[in-house]
């Protein structure tokens, strides 16, 4: 069955250390998203690619980084420079539209939580 | 600012009953417009989406929701709920105006069906 895998489910994070989150997928999708869920915020955005080794920031992008060498893979570092790192992260992809359009709905994989130590 | 705002955080229902879940977003020339459900520790799952046509789109687990330009509304109903209804959703919009395909989320509505 083709979908978005996420690992671990549950990670914990010391002082001054970086984690990374991965995150394939098996859709074929060209675009890739992370995402951040804290409670009564809704989801925001970290990076996202829309190909493989290009990717942009979103609105909360301090303190991550992302790279995209291979199409099913778009794995997220969480930096020490992140301060506040515990939080739901969720990875998400989609196709691209008819001539590059913005419409494709994004699938999203089941998440990772982070804690710190 | 573009934003999207759902303006029930919670919302319990009994068993059975219509439910409303209500969502408005900033004024756009162009948007498109979907709605997810969250399982307690899971993702999302789209439930339904409006692109372009008919402003009453219908979704999966009998939903349905309206768009409705003049008010900036896309509310989300289902004529009657069941226990297994009970998760989050969420409300997204893709402005036309942002870089391609970023969604913009609405804080969530916790639905609880209760027996």
């Known amino acids: 069955d083709g979908g978005i895998t996420q690992s671990p489910k549950y990670l914990f994070r010391k002082e001054g250390q970086n984690v990374t989150l991965s995150c394939e997928q098996n859709?074929?999708?060209?675009?890739m998203y992370w995402y951040r869920q804290d409670p009564g915020q809704g989801l925001r955005l970290i990076y996202y690619?829309?190909?493989?080794?290009?990717?942009q920031k979103g609105d909360i992008a301090e303190g991550y980084s992302v790279s995209r060498e291979k199409k099913e893979s778009f794995p997220l570092t969480v930096t020490s420079a992140q301060k506040n790192p515990t939080a739901f992260y969720l990875c998400?992809?989609?196709?691209?539209?008819?001539?590059?359009?913005?419409?494709?709905?994004?699938?999203f994989g089941d998440g990772t939580r982070l804690s710190i130590l | 600012a573009q934003s999207v705002t759902q303006l029930d955080s919670q919302v319990p229902v009994f068993e059975e009953a219509p439910v409303e879940l209500r969502c408005n977003y900033s004024?756009?020339?162009?948007?498109?417009l979907f709605w997810y459900v969250q399982y307690p520790n899971q993702g999302l799952q789209l439930l339904l989406k409006?692109?372009?046509?008919?402003?009453l789109v219908k979704g999966i687990n009998g939903f349905e929701a309206e768009f409705n330009k003049s008010q900036t509304s896309f509310h989300l109903r289902k004529p009657s709920v069941h226990i297994s209804d009970t998760a989050e959703y969420f409300c997204?919009?893709?402005?036309?105006?942002?870089?391609?395909?970023?969604?913009?989320f609405g804080s969530g509505t916790q639905l609880t069906v209760l027996p």
């Open positions: 004024s756009s020339v162009s948007v498109y």
């Open positions: 690619s829309q190909i493989v080794n290009d990717f």
């Open positions: 997204a919009v893709i402005y036309s105006s942002r870089s391609a395909r970023q969604l913009t």
């Open positions: 859709l074929n999708h060209d675009a």
């Open positions: 998400a992809s989609s196709s691209v539209g008819p001539g590059g359009g913005a419409y494709q709905p994004q699938h």
């Open positions: 409006y692109l372009s046509g008919s402003t």
